[in-house]
């Protein structure tokens, strides 16, 4: 199973969104001094009438404690975007 696979599977059994979809901004981050080429600069887009309801801070909690191993070792930025 893939890196983003995980991803994506870990947030479908916590949340159980309609709809997931990951994306890789790590391409457009190269340059910036602080960039690792060993983490990824990632967007989640997730479909959910569950976190529609959840104010924005708590819904970034919530997405940032299902992947907090993540978070910690392969994903250096993470843009969440609800729907």
Partial sequence: MSFFDQIKEKIIKSI???NIILI???SLHTK????DSNKYHLK???ESEKLKKMDKITVHRKIFSILKDEMQSKIHALEIEIK
């Fill in 24 to 26: 890789d901004n790590s």
């Fill in 44 to 46: 989640i887009i997730i």
């Fill in 16 to 18: 159980n969104p309609k």
């Fill in 32 to 35: 910036h001094k602080s960039f």
